[in-house]
Each structure stands twice: as structure tokens, then as C-alpha cells.
């Protein structure tokens, strides 16, 4: 064998190559071996993640601008003395009721968030897109029979309030009787369920899309890394 | 001066305290005890309960109902000596301990007065009151002219068993003697000799039955002495034999109860008055008496029902028998009380004692179907002296007597029974209503008070068991969860299984057939399969905004997909990518996962030089934290965020970035992501600050995520321009551009394995339902989601 | 404390609430400033997680409980990832290598794995729960997947692609929107409880 040949790439490849099969060979069951790369896995994932979060934030946000700028960030250095703060307090347990405060800004700023764009980025546009579904305008500039347009925008006008009708798990109380909710509720919600089992199937025909779309090009890398040594020239 | 403890509770009260202020019991005691020498008012044997309802007064003879109505005399001095026998003995009720005469006596004083034949052929009981009071009238005063036979009395020797007359049951004590002063000098006398010779034995009177026999000795020696009185005069016996002379009830007082012991000897020891041989007595020979000049009163108690409860005829005593044998003789009350003696002893022993006058006043009315719980204060010293035990033991002798029929008793004489002669007998409820009191001066009695507190009787506690008490129920439950349990912990045997199962071959085997039509086809490389012919509008969308790019045009990427990703979305995202480089746009990579900048670097790096590309126009700024926080912070100022490159390099100065101060500034914001969420995130949070200037943004998804992204193509306005799902997206842009990537060498070994993929799935579903066609029918299920 | 770390999330949420609607002036400035505090925080809470997997793995290095050996794995894997990636720096071919060979081999093969187990899953389907519902899942995932590649040998079948658009274009895109905005709902309320103080996910 060439030892040159041995480049970085080959041996990365090949150690790519070990680590599938590993992976791999839990369709014989779990293995020892399946562990140890899990674990490998983990331990480098959780590496990388420490090394990007101190190069991102600590030395391009803090460091490196107060070295050539001192001045620009003076707002945002409080911020790194309760990070450091979170840090210190949430790493040991004894001092982690201490690290509360800090939780709970970053838990607050996270549902306001979460809040405006829930409110502005979905609810708003999607509601307004179930209105404008029959929009005989928005027709003619997608070039669709206004026909199949209507009917389409029936389709999803009912396939929406038919789903939220299935997530309704509000109940009216009844004398002697289970709670349950009322009867033209429950009717939506198993048309709803019909439009949720579709939605499902084509959410498994795309994870199954992107699962294959994995196993092959981890078997191109296989086969470009072994095939020049296992196929005939 | 000092307090006084209160032997109930045992408290300190302020001293001249009667009543105790804590637990309201009498601390001075109503009964005297006469070694004490206070001074109680107390009467011996003296019932603190009223015993004159008028039901009971009517039930009584006369010379007894008179006996209930005279006033309390004087107490006797409790100073006064007694026989030592006499002053441990407890006092029997009815009979003052200061002395008081007897009520016998205090009426044949009163008939000493009265003409004697006037009151002969009077009743017993109204001339007996007479005639006792004349009797001790006459006695009470030595000088006065008394009989011969009583002054007789005074000269004999004490005869020392003139109890043994009063058959009295076992456990009654005799009462306190009375004072002297208030004693008939017979009386007297009988007492005093007897106190000179003898340990006294329980005489009917304590210091009252001295100063009678004292008086007695007095009146044989004044004068000629009744035959009934004679026996005062013989000498006294041993002590012992005294002892076994005496009633049983007064030999219950000492040890061994005399009242229990029969009386088996000494006929001769037994007072002659009170011996059933002899031919005197005080009530057996009245009529001999009288011819010897005894009162009619003494004659006729013979033929008189007799206040017998003072001299109640003994159980087992056969001298005392004879005693009242001579019926001729002998009062009739006594007659009766011989023949309820030979009908059988009464349970317990107990002499029903004759009652002083304010003992019976006191007692309360008898009620027939119980005995009441007599007056505890009032009960004399010496009564209360005798120990529990003698009195259970009298109870128990007296139980032991069941086989004998009780004697009946008339009401009247039955209510004037003490309380432990009768209580046995009747067995009132009082009787166990707890124990019996061994202390203090309410001892042998049941239903009282502690003297001491409780917390005196330092005993030791009472062992309580510790272990749990389970039920036989309970214990079967037990059982059945012990069993249970035992075979959840068990371990179970395992069964020997084949090496590969049917779902691990069935899983190799499509794993197998999957992987050998995916090497098949890229080993062949025939690209067979063609691409998309009608590509979607969402991805011709993306085409068209990428060529309408200026010249290095800043786009913003976001790389934020997974490695495990990578190879659907490097071949997705190469396609695009080419196109921007193509189109020469400055390409800033930036990525909310940290894994992000290291994926575009991959990208950049290694997977485009592959096929040929090179891409130099980008910076990737590198990993922004906090998610959709981050993004929002991003979409504010993206200076702040990410002020410097992965490389420490500050591109926000120069071209193109200088011209960027806010999201929208970018030409194009693409974001290439295999999480519905994270596009989601960054259409919620980024695009709202696209509108401003009307920034396209465009999605290269997972054919996982597509479903969920494709709601926000579908509104108006569109919140995002294109967008390039999985490989068959990046096929179909392939088709678009007329560009080759990875995905032209991925697409047919993707056919093949999505033709395995729906073949296995379908055959499988078809045997399944042919397999439950023919399987067993089952019940209709309820629809539910998967 | 718990009242003090209510406080703080209540106010900090409202601050940055308002400024989706007051865009100008001195309180936008302050959302702004806030908002990248929270950035600043949420990287060294990446860090804490860090450390946390650290201690646990090495707590059961400690206790030698079973699988302690991949626990050392791990933790020799980290602290190597870790040394020379921030000795030579993200983008350094030696960062890189590790990165392409050791961490997307192994995720890209857990992944492709995940290919056999969903036709599996799909056989397995049928047999277990056999009623209209998952009929009308296998029937349109089995579309949507034979629609989205030409069949070898005879290329698109007719009439597969118009239904694979109304599959995919109109009753999937209506039942993910009802997802959409029931989730969306969801984030609301969550949010809301948060901002009011009924829920407290960052005490204890």
C-alpha cells in the first residue's frame, strides 16, 4: 500500500467508514460497539458546542470588540458578568436557587418572543390566509380555474376548522353522564382527524424521503472510499 | 398555718379547708375516728345519706322511727380509752364513736322514767324507745337509783362478750364506742372490764360497748345481777378464746374477721345475755329479768320485732342460735333473726347493724332493687379501718356460702343494713363499678374516688404491644400482595430464543433489500430515472427572485440543519448554493445551532469543490444563541449580534456588509433547515422585518418538514417567496438551473429505494389484510389516531 | 428569591412585549438592549448544559455504575473535541476533519437507519392497527411517495402528480394549518402563564 496514498481524507474516510458500520450494526440488535460510537458521538457534538459558544460569544462578542473598540461594549459587558453569574450558580447545586433570577429573565424574554411571533408571524397570517382562500384575484394571478379554486379553498377552509375542532378538548358537564363535548364538536373533529392522518402520511413519506436521502449518500461515501479497491478497473 | 393535702387529689388547701377547692372532697372527714381525736362530727357508722324519704320512714317500726327522729347527742370523747381491740376495730354504722348512747339505750332511759306498766303492754318499739330511754336514763346516772340488775353490772366482769348476743353479720364492724358520759353505766362498766382483761374483740359498740359492759359490770356490782347479765360477770377468756366467743361480726375486726369465725366454743365465753344458752340475756330473758326486776322494756323485747340490724343473728353460729332459741324469751325481732339465721347464712357475712338514731335519720331510703353506696364520710373509723381484703374476703366467704339461702330480711331492717353488708348480697351495680378502695377511710368501697391521686399509685405502666394488629382479612391481603410481589421480582426464566427473531429478519431482510437496490443503483450510475419535468412554483419562485439578484448582492443563509441531515440538505442546498455563486451574490452563512458554521464550512469547503465549485464570496459570521431570542436580535441589529466572523475578522466595515444595518438590508435571506420549528422561528421572528423593504425569503427544507412550511407559501402575501424541499425539490431545481449536482447522482438510487420502500410496504399491507380477513372477526374498534 | 426571579421575568417579558408594538423612542432601545442581554445569557446556559453532561457522566465514572466505560468515553472524547478545536479554531482543517469524519458519519448513519425502521414500521402497521385511519395514513404517504419520483421503466405515471399536488398542496396544507394555529394558540397561553406568574418553570 501507498502511503502516501494515506491521506487525511483516506483516513478520515475510512474512520467514517468504521463508525457507519457501527452505527449499522445495530440492525442486528444493540451492541456493544453501537454504544461506543453513540457515546463518541455525543462526547464530540457536546465538544464542538463549547468551543463555538466561547468563540462566538465570549471572544467575537466581548473580546475581541473591547480590544479594538473599548468603548462599544459597554452595554453589553453587565451581561457577561451574569452570564458569568448564571454559570457559576447553575454548575453547583448548592448555589443554584441563587442562578433563579437570571432563569427567570431568560425565561421571560423567551415567552415574549415566542408570544409576538406566535401572535404576528402565524396566527395573524394564517387566519387572514384562510379568509383570502377565496380570493378570485389570487386566482387569476396563479393561473388556476376559479372553479378548482374555490373548491380548493374549501378544502382548506374546512380541513382547518375541522383540525382545531380535534385539538377542542373542552368538555360540557353532564348529569349522570360522562363529560364529553358537544356532539357537533365531536363530529368536526373526526373530519378533522381525516385531514390530520393525511398530513401525517405525507410528513412519513418525507421523513422516509430524508432518511434515504442520508442512507445513500452514506453509502456513496462508502462506495467512493472502498469501490476504487473493490471494483474492477 | 400549715395546708392541708387533700387525700383525694392530693392537692395543698389552706388549712381549716373542709372541702378541698380542687376536686370539692371533704378534707376533714364527717366520721370521727376516735384516734384521731378531733373531734369529727362524724357519727360511727352514720350514713351520709339521708334516709328519711317518708316511704321509708312508714316501712319502719316506731321505736325505730323514734330512733331516727332524737337528736344527735353529744359525740363521745374519741379520747376516751378503748380497748385497743375496739380502737382498730372500724365503728359500726349506727353507732356513734363519741359516745353517743345507743339508741336502745337512750330509750330504756327514757322508759326508766316513764311508768314501767304503762309501756309493758305497749309495742316493742314505742316502749322500747321508752323503755331504752328510761333504761339509760337510769343508767346514765350512777347515783341515781338504779336496778339492782344493772347496778350489778358495774361489780361483774365486764363480761366480755356481750356482742356475742348481737349476732351481727361477719364484716360489720362494730361502731364507736360512745363517750362515757353518754353511756349507760352498765354499760360502762361491761366496756371497762372488758378493756382491763382482753384484747377486746369486736364488740357491737366500740367506746359505746365499753361504757355499756362497763356499765354492766357497774350494775352487777350496784346490785342483785340479771341472769342476762350474769355473764358479764364471769371472767373474761384468753384473748383468743375471746376472740373465737365473738360474733363473727365483731371478729372480722381482728385478723381473721371474727365475724366470719363461728362462734364454736365458749358458751361460757359468750356473754350469757348474749349466749344462746343462757338463760339471760338482755333480750332472751326478758321475762326472768323482770322477775328479777328488770324493765318490762328488756322483757318484752322478746316478743317485739327488733330493730335487729344491730343484731343481726350470725350465719354459721350455732351458740348464737340458741342464743335466741328460747323463743319464749327472746324478743321476737331476735326470734326472726334466729330463724333467717337458720334458714341459711347470708351471703357475705355481713351483721346488719342497728343505726343510731341520726345514722338512720341519714340513711338513705333502701332501694329494693340496689343498695345504694352509703355515705363515705360518714362512715365510722372503724370501719373504714378494716382492710379491703377482709371485706372482699368476707364477700368472698360470703360467696362462698352461696349454697345457704340468705336469710329475708324485712325492708325496713334491710335498708338499715350498711351498705357492705348489703351490697354483696344484693350486688348493686356500685359493686363493679371499680375496684374497692384499700385506703383511707373509704376503704372496701367501690365506686369512689381515689384517696390518692393517680399519679401516686407509681406502678409500673402497663406493657402495650408494640406489634401491629392485622386482621385475618388483612392478613390474607398481605399474602396475596407478598405473592405478587414475589413475582415481580422473580426473575423469570428466559426462554431460549432463536438468534434472530422474525422481526429481526423481517427488519434485515428489508434492511438488506434496501441497501442492495441503493448500491445497485449508484454502483450503475446510469441515471436512468429522469428529473422532475414540471418543476413546483415554489421552486421556480426561488429561481426566478436568485436570478433577479444584483451583482454581490448580500444574502443572508442560515445554515440550521443537523449533521445527520447533512446529506439530504447538502444535496438540496448545493443545488441553491451554486446558483448564488453563479449569480455571485456574498453569501453570509450565519446559523442559530452551534453546529451550524461547521456545516457550512463542510459545505463551502468540501462538499462544493467536489463538483467543481468553489465558492471564496462569504464570511460566515458564525453561531447565534438563544433561538428565536437570538433571531429576533438578529433582525434588530445584526451587528451587535454577530459584530465579527468565525475568524475573528471584522466584516461589517467593508463591502458589502457596510451598507447593512438591519435584516432587510440583505438582498435575500435564505435559510436552509431540516425543523419545522426553527423555520417557524425564523419566519416569525425575521420575516416581520423583511416586509419593510420587501426581502425575500426562501426555505430549503427536509422533505420532513415541507407539510409544515408550505402554510406559510400558501398565504397572502406570501410570508415566504420559495421554497426547495428534500431531493426531489433539489431535483426538480436541478431541472430549473439545467444545473448537475448531488442530486443527479443521489436521484436514481432515491427512485430505487422509494420502489422498495412502497413494494414492501404494500405487499405487507395486503398479506395483513388478507390475514385479517380470515383471522377471527373482532369487535368493531373505536377510531382513533395513530 | 422566587418572588424576586417572578418579578424579573414578568417585567423583562413585558418590556420586550411592548416593543412589537412600540418600535420607537427609549423603550425599543431598551427591548433592544434586553433582548441581546438574553442572547449573552442563553450561550453561557449552553455552556451550564455542558458541564451538567460532564458531571453526570463523571459522577457514574465515580460510582463505577454499569456503563461507566462509555461514560469515559465520552468525556475523553469531549475534552479531546474541545482541546483541539479551540486550540486551532473552528474552521481549521483539523476541526474540520473531526467534524466531517467522526460526527456526521455517525449522525448521517443513525439517520439512514431510521430508513429501514419507517418500512418496517409501515409493514408493521397494518398488522397492528388495521382501521380507516390508518388506511387513509398508508394509502397517502404510499402516494405521496410513489408520486414523488418517476417509476424505473416507466417513468411519471399519469394523474400520480395532479394528486400528488392535491395530497400534498390542499389537505395537507389544511391540516398543517389547524396544526399551525393550534400550536400557535398553545404558545399563547404557555406564554401568557409565564409573563403572569402562574407558571414558574425557573424555580428549583
Redesign the interface.
Known sequence: MNLSALS?DF???F???I??VL??S????DNAMF???????????????????????????LV??TI?NPGSTN??L???F???W??IT??SPRLS??G????????????????????????F??????G?LF?TQ?AGQ?NQNLIYWLV?GV??????????A??HFGTRPRPDQLARPPAWIEGLG?A??????????????????????????????L?ILLGPYL?PQ | MADIRCPMCGKNNPAGTEVCKYCQARIKPLVVNPLDGDGGSGQPGKSSQPNNTPDHESSLPDWLRDLRQRDDEPAPDPTEKMPEWMQDEPQVPGFSSDGDAPDWLSRIRKQEDAPEESEAESDFSAPEKDDSQDFLAAEEKPGQDLPDWLSQLGSSEPESKPEAAWDQPDEEPAPAPAEEGDQPDWLQRIRSRQKEETPPDAFLFSSEDEEPSAQAAEATEAGETPDWLSSFQTPEPAPAEKADSLPDWLNQQAGPSPFSEPVNEGEEEVPDWLSPKAESGPFSQPVSESEEGVPDWLSKFGGQEAGAAAFAAPEETDETKPAFGEEENLPDWLTRLDSSATEGPRSGSVPALILDEEDLSETPEPDKSSIETPDLSSVPDWLSQVPADEAASGAAAGDSEAGLAPAELPSWLEAMRPVESAAPLVGSPEDTSGPAEKAGPLAGLRGVLPAEPEFVNLRKPQVYSIKLQVSEAQQAHIALLDSLLETEAAAKPVQGKPALMSQ?LL??GI?VV??LA??TA??LNQQQLPLPANPP?EVQNVSTLINSLAENAPVLVAFDYEP?????L??TSSAVIQHLTARNAYLTLVSTS??G??LAERLITHILPQQGLTVTNYTNL????????GL?ALAENPK???????N?V?VWEGLPLSGVQSVADFAMVMVIT?NPETA??W???V??FLQEKNTPMVMVV???????VR??Y???PR?ISGMV????GAAAYEKVTGRTGITR??WD??GA??LV?VVIILAGSLINFVLAGFAHPKPAEA?G?? | ??A???A??????????L??VITTGPLYDLRV??????V?????????G????L?VHWSKIKNRQP?SF??L???????????L??FF??TH?VSQ????????????????????V??FA?VRLTRRRLNS??V???????L??IS?VPIFGAGEIPGLGPLRDF???????????????????G??A???R??MGSD?????
Open positions: 487525511p483516513i478520515g474516510g474512520v467514517g467508514f463508525l457507519t452505527v449499522l445495530y440492525l442486528f440488535g454504544r461506543f460510537t453513540s457515546h463518541l458521538f455525543i462526547g464530540v457534538a457536546a465538544g464542538f458546542v463549547a468551543v463555538v459558544v466561547f468563540y462566538n460569544v465570549i471572544l467575537n462578542q475581541f470588540p479594538q452595554a453589553i453587565p451581561a457577561f451574569l452570564g458569568l448564571l454559570f447553575k454548575v436557587r441563587f433563579n433570577p437570571l432563569m427567570g429573565y431568560l425565561v421571560g424574554a423567551a415567552a415574549a418572543t415566542a408570544i409576538g411571533g406566535a401572535v404576528f408571524g402565524t396566527v397570517p394564517q387566519v387572514g390566509a384562510s383570502g380570493d389570487a396563479e380548493r378544502l382548506i377552509l374546512i380541513g382547518t376548522i375541522t383540525t382545531l380535534f385539538f373526526k378533522g382527524q381525516i385531514f390530520i392522518m393525511i398530513t401525517f402520511g405525507v410528513l412519513f413519506a418525507g421523513v422516509y424521503s430524508a432518511a434515504l436521502t442520508a442512507l445513500i449518500e452514506r453509502l456513496n461515501t462506495f471494483l | 429481526q427488519r434485515l434492511a434496501l441497501i441503493v448500491l449508484l454502483f412554483p445527520g441531515l447533512s446529506g439530504e447538502d444535496a452551534p453546529n458554521p461547521l458564525g453561531f447565534i444563541s438563544g433561538g428565536p431570542t429576533l451587535k449580534v454577530l459584530p465579527y466572523s468565525l475573528g471584522m431540516e417557524r422561528a419566519i416569525e421572528q420575516q416581520p427536509s422533505a420532513q418538514a415541507e407539510p409544515m402554510p406559510y400558501e398565504t397572502s410570508q424541499a428534500g431531493l426531489p447522482h443521489y438510487a432515491y429505494g422509494i420502500a377510531e389516531t395513530l | 428569591m422566587r424576586t426571579s417572578t424579573i421575568a414578568v417585567v423583562t417579558g413585558a418590556l420586550i412585549l416593543g412589537y438592549i434586553l433582548v441581546q442581554w438574553a449573552i445569557l442563553a450561550a453561557f446556559a449552553l455552556l451550564v455542558v458541564f451538567n453532561l458531571g456503563g462509555y461514560s468515553v465520552l468525556i475523553i472524547s469531549l475534552f479531546a473535541t474541545a482541546g478545536v479551540g479554531g473552528p482543517p476533519w473531526i467534524f466531517n469524519y467522526i460526527q456526521v458519519p455517525i449522525e448521517s448513519s443513525l439517520l439512514a437507519l431510521l430508513a429501514v419507517l418500512i409501515g385511519l390508518s387513509i395514513f398508508i394509502v397517502s404517504a404510499l405521496v411517495m414523488s395530497i400534498v398542496n390542499i389537505l395537507a396544507v389544511a391540516g398543517a394549518r389547524g396544526i399551525l394555529l393550534g400550536v400557535a394558540l404558545i399563547i404557555t406564554g401568557l409565564i409573563l414558574r418553570p425557573y424555580t428549583g
